[in-house]
Nanobody, 119 residues
Framework: QVQLVESGGGLVQAGGSLRLSCAAS????????MGWFRQAPGKEREFLAQ????????YYAGSAKGRFTISRDNPKNTVYLQMNSLKPEDTAVYYC????????????WGQGTQVTVSS
């Protein structure tokens, strides 16, 4: 079992920045990678970025490239998502998730944190 707790969401004006955090506990030693997703009202959940715990290799969806940066702090078992130049269309609930295998499905999810970008 892995427990994930997101924080750092809130209300920000367009053009602003936010840094989301995801604190992991439990079976973190066997986690292969962590990812960030978001879901806007009436839309499907969207993958944003992934980082592996070991090498720190990153992968981004097109919508996240250039504005979002994923990073990790292994001793703190925490993953971050730095979001810059935010737009109203970035408004969504943001989730972090954990997977145990390369190519496997994300099995554990946090409760989500709301990000609202005002115009």
């Amino acid at each position: 079992q892995v427990q994930l707790v997101e924080s750092g969401g809130g209300l920000v004006q367009a053009g602003g920045s936010l840094r989301l955090s995801c604190a992991a506990s439990g079976r973190t030693f066997s986690t292969y990678a962590m990812g960030w997703f978001r879901q806007a009202p009436g839309k499907e959940r969207e993958f944003l970025a992934q980082i592996t715990w070991g090498l720190g290799s990153t992968y981004y969806a097109g919508s996240a490239k250039g504005r979002f940066t994923i990073s990790r702090d292994n001793p703190k078992n925490t993953v971050y998502l730095q979001m810059n130049s935010l737009k109203p269309e970035d408004t969504a609930v943001y989730y972090c998730a954990a997977k145990f295998k390369a190519g496997g499905a994300y099995e554990y999810w946090g409760q989500g944190t709301q990000v609202t970008v005002s115009s």
